[in-house]
């Protein structure tokens, strides 16, 4: 049996659907049921919270594989999961963590997922690390700036980076959760191609079919505003605006071929999941949905 939490995120709604289609026997841990109405019926869903450790047990209780993704930049939620793990028998986890912990010197986003790794190796059950670099859904960010003024908030200027597809990184996940050998492994993945953010959106602005302004952040209050437009804990704004001075300086981009090694496959591109996205964005625009061009009033 798999355990899957963070399931109704944009990772963990892609490996639910990937499991589902495998015929994997799993069940679903999530807070708020509602959330969970368009993941597949045969899921089975158990109600509790990584932050109320009372609530694990009914979800653990029988589970030998478990995805862990801890939400927030706590620990808490990785301990209780851990607990529960050991308690109920856990034979191996596969735990969601960040390419920032191979920062030299880590970052502050580096350190949150570095302690969590340390939590999930001295636990004693075998594990996979998963070391993602940014999403490609991060590019969901710009719409509040879209819609206010069809402009998107560039704070890396010159500096590149490899988004890759969540569901890139559900598929890693559903390979090392139901098939051998990846135990004590750790996979850092990317996508195939570097981007500047300004490229990132001429290829958006090209799947949409209109024309978006880049603007650059000019102070560290629009860097967090770019991630979080209602704002961020102190803590979290702090390595926000410190993430984004890294990611300025790296020219070149971290890149790896881990998941076309793993997958057999190349990574979805970012134009492909700009074309699957773009009404979105039109919407956000004011440009009718399949359409280009102003949305019409009549």
């Not at 019926?41 to 694990?56: F, H, K, M, S, W």
């Not at 710009?142 to 402009?151: D, I, M, S």
Request: overall charge negative; hydrophobic content about 45%.
């Amino acid at each position: 049996m798999l355990l899957v939490t963070g399931a109704t995120g944009n990772i963990g709604r892609e490996l639910v659907r990937q499991l589902d289609a495998q015929g994997a026997e799993f069940r679903i841990l999530v807070r708020d049921p509602d959330r969970a109405a368009g993941l597949p019926g045969r899921a089975e869903r158990i109600v509790g919270d990584l932050g109320e450790p009372a609530t694990l047990p009914p979800a653990f209780d029988g589970a030998d594989r478990l995805f862990l993704l801890p939400a927030g930049i706590g620990i808490d939620h990785t301990r209780h999961a851990l607990a529960a793990a050991l308690a109920a028998g856990v034979r191996h986890i596969v735990h969601l963590s960040s390419c920032n912990v191979l920062g030299d010197p880590m970052p502050a986003m580096g350190r949150w997922h570095h302690e969590r790794e340390t939590l999930v190796r001295a636990c004693g059950i075998p594990a996979t690390f998963l070391r993602p670099g940014g999403f490609m859904t991060n590019a969901l960010d710009w719409l509040p700036t879209l819609r206010e003024a069809g402009y998107v908030l560039d704070p890396a200027g010159p500096g590149r980076y490899a988004p890759i597809d969540p569901a890139d990184i559900a598929a890693v996940a559903a390979l090392a959760l139901t098939e051998d050998g990846h135990r004590g492994a750790e996979y850092t993945l990317t996508g195939a191609e570097t981007f500047t953010l300004a490229e990132q959106v001429g290829v958006l602005a090209a799947a949409v079919g209109a024309g978006i302004e880049v603007r650059p952040v000019t102070t560290p209050a629009e860097a967090v505003r770019f991630r979080f437009p209602g704002g961020a804990p102190p803590a979290l704004a702090e390595a926000l605006v410190e993430g984004f001075t890294r990611m300025r300086a790296d020219t070149v981009g971290l890149r790896t071929d881990t998941v076309e090694r793993l997958l057999a496959r190349k990574p979805r591109t970012f134009a492909d999941w700009c074309t699957a996205h773009a009404d979105v964005f039109r919407r956000a625009l004011g440009i009718r949905p399949g359409t280009s061009g102003p949305e019409s009033s009549g």
